[in-house]
């Protein structure tokens, strides 16, 4: 089955610094890519959709200078939390929808980054 | 106005029995998709079953079957002989347009606890 891999899948760091987190699929390609952002016992929110070589489409409400998203390849995604700040902890999920796919599961999720800022 | 509504924050249910899980939406498309995932305390995001809104028939996969009342706008999760690995958040997401529109919207989830 098609598999999507997040690293890192725990990350810790200071107030103020960048964190990069990048999304791979590994067994397929994949035109688009989402992120979202899921808070302690509440529902998934979408952050943004990234299509390879173009700009990061955000939704309402998301910062797009705080919340760089690269995707440079057909399989890789990056997500960079520019500044963090404690507010931004939180956990991050991509997913990846498959070149050329229709129907039902057109995503695939990661495994998730759990994101703590001290 | 709610797109995806669940109802139930938590549910309680017997080892081997079944349980139904309560999503209902709202959406003014006519060609739409809608989705359970399971979330395990791990966080990944499991698919489990998919119905589009022109299938006549309600999806099955294994042990999950769909409740789909298109007029009711309710497609309800039903897990039936319930096993204690079943333990986890479960959220209902809608995919509106077509098969081109990859956009999700999540419900808030129900968490299930399974008991011996």
């Known amino acids: 089955g098609a598999v999507v891999s997040q690293h890192p899948s725990w990350v810790i760091c200071k107030s103020g610094t960048s964190v990069k987190i990048e999304c791979r699929s590994l067994d397929f390609q994949a035109t688009t890519m989402f992120w979202y952002r899921q808070f302690p016992k509440q529902s998934l929110m979408l952050m943004a959709t990234s299509n390879e070589g173009s700009k990061a489409t955000y939704e309402q409400g998301v910062e797009k200078d705080k919340f760089l998203i690269n995707h440079a390849s057909l399989t890789l995604s990056t997500l960079t939390v520019t500044s963090a700040h404690p507010e931004d902890s939180s956990f991050y999920i991509c997913?990846?929808?498959?070149?050329?796919?229709?129907?039902?599961?057109?995503?695939?999720f990661g495994p998730g980054t759990r994101l703590l800022v001290l | 106005a709610q797109k995806i509504t669940q109802t139930q924050p938590g549910m309680f249910v017997q080892e081997k029995e079944a349980v139904t899980l309560d999503c209902t939406y709202d959406?003014?498309?006519?060609?739409?998709?809608l989705f359970w995932y399971k979330q395990p305390s791990s966080g990944e995001m499991i698919f489990l079953i998919y119905?589009?809104?022109?299938?006549?028939q309600n999806a099955t996969e294994g042990r999950y079957s769909l409740n789909f009342q298109k007029a009711r706008k309710s497609a309800n999760l039903v897990i039936s002989a319930s096993q204690l690995g079943d333990s986890a958040m479960y959220f209902c997401a809608m995919r509106e347009g077509g098969y081109n529109t990859d956009k999700l919207i999540f419900g808030t989830g129900t968490r299930l606890q399974v008991f011996p």
């Open positions: 119905q589009g809104s022109y299938d006549e």
């Open positions: 959406t003014s498309d006519q060609s739409y998709g």
């Open positions: 997913s990846a929808r498959p070149l050329g796919s229709v129907g039902q599961e057109t995503q695939y």
